[in-house]
């Protein structure tokens, strides 16, 4: 099981990197993959064409809510973690065919749930060792890590926009993970579809990160986005999906 965690500023394209990182796992078979929505413009399931409100189901947030504060302690006997495990496979889980998604709804990001934290904790290690990548699209604000969900994180993109905000991002996300105490493996920047291709080389020279590509400007992709259509029905020839193999070919093809 791999975790990957996407960030970087709003609008510089992490989520549909996200949903094209998801198309080239299911076409390289590199799967089950779960995806975690755990940003707050929650567009990551419409960006892989799943309606979570239709499919009938609920946040995390909301599963944390509905078991620990609004029915509070009313399930004697239950440790809190398989309380909350079931529910998430019950209630929370959408399945896809190659993949399943879950939302962490903006409610968790902002409220304050020491125990259901402790429990979601415990609860998200054993639901995603069932997969074999675990993608996170991760808020621009870094107030989640503060929550120590997870304690390793195999491989993070942050995405950069063509602003000097983004190098900033970029530098305070690697501080503050390091600091919270999470470790991770491979830290890379991605040049966002709007990063020119001459500032690339000063991506990594200035963050001291490797950079191993950019995504390219595609029309296509920001056609679907706006009609609210899948991005795993992009062409494969498509400029930003063959961008997105490209730079992923040499650091999955280990795996
Ligand atoms: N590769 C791309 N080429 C052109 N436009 C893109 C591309 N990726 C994203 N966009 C556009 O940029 C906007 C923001 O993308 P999104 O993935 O939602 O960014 P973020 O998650 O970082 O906020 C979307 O409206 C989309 O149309
Ligand atoms: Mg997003």
Redesign the pocket.
């Known amino acids: 099981m791999k975790t990957i965690v996407t960030m970087?500023?709003?609008?510089?394209?992490?989520?549909?990197?996200v949903?094209l990182m998801a198309k080239y796992l299911i076409e390289k078979k590199k799967t089950p993959i779960l995806l975690v929505d755990a940003?707050c413009?929650q567009?990551l399931a419409e960006?892989v064409g799943i309606d979570v409100a239709a499919a009938g189901k609920k946040t995390v947030a909301e599963l944390l809510c509905a078991t620990f504060i609004e029915r509070g302690g009313t399930t004697v006997g239950v440790p809190p973690s398989h309380r909350i495990e079931n529910r998430i496979w019950e209630e929370g889980l959408v399945e896809g065919e190659h993949f399943d998604l879950l939302s962490v709804g903006t409610k968790w990001v902002e409220g304050c749930y020491c125990l259901p934290d402790a429990a979601l904790k415990k609860a998200l290690g054993t639901i995603t060792r069932q997969y074999q990548y675990i993608l996170i699209?991760a808020p621009?604000g870094l107030e989640h890590l503060n929550r120590r969900i997870t304690d390793h994180i195999d491989m993070v993109f942050d995405?950069m926009g063509p602003s000097s905000k983004s190098f900033a991002h970029v530098q305070r996300a690697y501080r503050v993970i390091k600091e919270v105490g999470i470790t991770v493996d491979r830290f890379y920047v991605i040049g966002?579809?709007?990063f020119p291709d001459e500032l690339k080389s000063r991506a990594s020279e200035e963050t001291g990160l490797p950079c191993p590509g950019k995504?390219?400007?595609?029309?296509q992709?920001?056609a679907r986005?706006?009609a609210g259509e899948s991005l795993l029905a992009v062409p494969k020839s498509s400029?930003?999906y063959r961008s997105v193999a490209a730079l992923l070919d040499p650091l999955l093809s280990g795996e």
């Open positions: 970087g500023r709003g609008g510089t394209g992490k989520t549909s990197f949903a940003d413009d567009n960006m699209d621009g995405v966002g579809y709007a995504i390219e400007n595609d029309p992709v920001a986005v706006l400029p930003a």
